[in-house]
């Protein structure tokens, strides 16, 4: 299964230190953020891998290459512009030469986390699921994506960045997916196209398998000053040596 990074975000919640280099390769632990994602998909066995990028591509391009110092193959899809976090995938998978009925992983540059992608792979499997979200809860959903499941983990519906009180679950979407071939086939190519607004509301109403795998793993998206102190913070203390 072939793996993208979604690694084309600007980054300007943690100016000014993505003023000089994009958010990917902010460091955690002593290594840019993405390297831990690189390493956590080669850990679970996905070594095809493509990122997009947008800010400051060339820094991105120059640490990590082709891939092979990390025992990885990288290709990359360059954004002169943004095309929303669907349609960045959808361009990935033209690059990668996804095939017909082929299942990708999609990830985030600016995550950390431990999350057992194997297990996730596995699940989707089980569930014959055509999109698998892969969520984590949290104590405050006001900065996130909540997704409402049944019973099975069957996604039901969204709410993004609920009030207190106002929440109808407190899983959040983690920015971690896998996707068939009839959910790429979705997306329009060449266009601006968004997951949380567009394709995940569109999966639900169409009513296709589509579901939530629970993971009780250690998660934190850095995008904001505020987790990016946590994610320093937490990092020594974990498994991101």
């Known amino acids: 299964m072939k793996a993208f990074i979604m690694a084309a975000g600007v980054g300007s919640r943690l100016e000014p230190i993505t003023q000089s280099i994009p958010k990917?390769?902010?460091?955690?632990?002593?290594?840019?953020?993405?390297?831990?994602?690189?390493?956590?998909?080669?850990?679970?066995?996905?070594?095809?891998?493509?990122?997009?990028?947008?800010?400051?591509?060339?820094?991105?391009?120059?640490?990590?290459?082709?891939?092979?110092?990390?025992?990885?193959?990288i290709r990359y899809s360059l954004e002169e512009t943004l095309m929303g976090t669907a349609g960045g995938v959808k361009k990935m998978a033209s690059l990668a030469a996804v095939k017909s009925g082929e299942s990708v992983l999609v990830t985030s540059g600016d995550i950390l986390t431990d999350i057992d992608l194997s297990a996730m792979k596995a699940f989707h499997e089980k569930k014959k699921s055509a999109a698998t979200i892969a969520l984590v809860k949290v104590a405050d959903t006001g900065h996130y994506g909540v997704v409402i499941t049944d019973g099975d983990g069957k996604i039901t519906a969204f709410q993004e960045k609920p009030k207190k009180g106002d929440e109808l679950s407190d899983s959040v979407n983690t920015g971690i997916y896998i996707l068939d071939g009839s959910v790429l086939d979705l997306i329009p190519a060449d266009t601006h196209f968004d997951f949380g607004r567009q394709l995940f509301p569109l999966l639900v109403s169409k009513k296709l398998p589509f579901y939530g795998y629970l993971s009780s793993s250690y998660w934190i998206d850095i995008g904001t000053m505020e987790n990016y102190k946590k994610a320093l913070a937490d990092a020594p203390k974990l498994f991101f040596q």
């Open 24 to 73: 990917p390769l902010v460091p955690v632990n002593g290594k840019p953020v993405m390297q831990h994602n690189i390493e956590l998909l080669k850990k679970h066995g996905f070594t095809d891998i493509t990122a997009n990028l947008h800010s400051f591509p060339e820094k991105i391009r120059q640490y990590f290459g082709d891939g092979s110092a990390f025992g990885v193959t």
